[in-house]
């Protein structure tokens, strides 16, 4: 399969489909015309002009749970400076090892990996016990309302599943240790208003400046320390193999922040990641106010991307904004981002961390990987299409695949939405055969 899954990966880089705005037919129709080469009939559904979805079953005989691979998204985030990478972005060229390409690791691989094993599998004759589906999807890069979401609420009785494996997993996160994702952070994008009196420049003496009250507010949620909790980074913590006193303090919420800074200075990667993980993190991203140099604005926007932890809801965010705020709060305006900028409000989902299916991963990884290595259970700190099976049906969802180890936990890490992003092919290789293997046994 190794040939037929780079020629797909390389030709949906090639189709750059960027979001927005999507256009994700172009590799939707790669996807089938490759199904249809197995004889296999793809369902495509296409909710608006040039963005679609497909989804293929392999009917099982009804005697055990149902399997997805996916949702996998054909979607790509955009390039911000093409003259950055080594080489061209869209091209999908081949170098080092590795295909090179927007979207190679988030996360065309695997939808290629996934596609290719579902074709084998059906051209076998596979008799499954539960359906086996494949579904791929548009939009995922901008809150899946025209891919999962839109299947889920459209076509519930088609996508419906008790399983389902898609991105991402695999990441090497200590000797012989690679993660497993049961479950992700939610989201709460949020947009601050700021007013003041518009007036000229040149005479800003107690001048009303929504620019300066913005500024203010941004200094106020730096410094503000929402709640610590160590629920779910205590197993994390366990797994990796941390011991002892530090253990303690890292499971401590009182003594977290003191040992974060202390790890930071060895791995700002490793303390970012358990940051992430033990509290709701906000970050003011986008900022916009005043139109002309020569004018105090009268008006700003402060845009802030908002993660919390499974538990916690829209309240919760308006409640720690207000203590950070402090008399600020009265001056300020607190929105929701729109929809149609991302800004769905999206509840933290959680699976099964324990059980006889991450179990079959594990046993799976020790057989490609080596006997010596252990899966380790993590959340993702972003929201994946995963939420929307686990919030319809408790889909047992997990994100699943296998690296070769030649690229380490902050390489890829940097790789998601970043310069260079590529993937190597033992990888492909390694994913395949995992899927090949998953599917095998747990419908057998």
């Known amino acids: 399969m190794k040939d037929e899954i780079i020629s797909l990966v390389q030709e949906m880089i090639q189709n750059r489909c ?14 089938e015309r490759y199904l249809s080469s197995f004889g296999i009939v793809s369902e495509i559904f296409e909710p608006t002009p040039d ?23 054909v979607d790509v985030v955009p390039v911000e400076n093409e003259d950055e990478w080594t080489v061209p972005p869209f091209e999908g060229a ?4 590795c295909i090179w390409g927007r979207g190679a690791i988030d996360m065309l691989y695997i939808v290629a990996c996934q596609a290719a094993v579902f074709a084998h599998l059906h051209s076998e004759g596979f008799k499954p016990k539960g359906d086996l589906k494949l579904l791929v999807v548009a939009d995922e890069e901008n ?43 939610g989201t709460a994008w949020s947009r601050m208003k700021f007013r003041g009196v518009e007036k000229h420049g040149s005479t800003p003496f107690k001048s009303d400046n929504a620019v300066v009250k913005m500024a203010e507010v941004i200094q106020r949620i730096s410094d503000y320390q929402p709640p610590r909790d160590t629920s779910i980074t205590k197993p994390f913590l366990k797994a990796i193999g941390i011991g002892g006193v530090k253990l303690a303090l890292l499971n401590q919420p009182r003594t977290l922040g003191f040992m974060l800074n202390r790890l930071a200075k060895r791995s700002k990667g490793d303390a970012a990641l358990i940051h992430s993980l ?19 604005p009268g008006s700003a926007i402060l845009d802030i991307d908002v993660r919390i932890l499974p538990g916690q809801d829209e309240e919760y965010v308006r409640k720690h904004f207000r203590k950070a705020l402090g008399p600020l709060v009265d001056d300020v305006e607190i929105e929701r981002m729109k929809t149609d900028e991302g800004g769905a409000f999206i509840m933290g989902s959680l699976s099964d961390a324990n059980s006889p299916f991450v179990e ?39 994100g699943f695949s296998i690296h070769d180890g030649s690229l380490d936990m902050a390489t890829l890490l940097s790789l998601f939405h970043g310069t260079d992003e590529r993937v190597p092919i033992k990888t492909l290789e390694m994913t395949a055969k995992g899927y090949m293997e998953l599917a095998r046994r747990f419908l057998a």
């Open 18 to 31: 960027v979001n927005p705005p999507g256009n994700e037919m172009k590799s939707i129709r790669t996807i």
């Open 51 to 73: 963005r679609g979805n497909l989804l293929a079953t392999i009917k099982g005989s009804g005697e055990g749970p149902s399997l997805m691979f996916g949702p996998g998204h």
């Open 94 to 97: 081949f170098m080092d090892g």
């Open 143 to 185: 809150g899946g309302e025209l891919g999962a979401k839109w299947m889920v609420q459209n076509h519930p009785e088609k996508v419906k599943v008790d399983y389902l494996v898609t991105e991402a997993g695999g990441n090497p996160i200590g000797t012989n240790l690679v993660s497993f994702i049961y479950g992700e952070k």
């Open 278 to 296: 033990s509290q709701m993190t906000w970050s003011p991203n986008v900022c916009r106010g005043g139109v002309k140099i020569n004018t105090v």
């Open 360 to 398: 079959l991963m594990e046993s799976i990884v020790k057989e490609i990987r080596g006997p010596e290595f252990t899966i380790v259970p993590m959340i993702s700190s972003g929201a994946t299409d995963c939420r929307f099976f686990r919030q319809a049906w408790n889909t047992q969802a997990y």
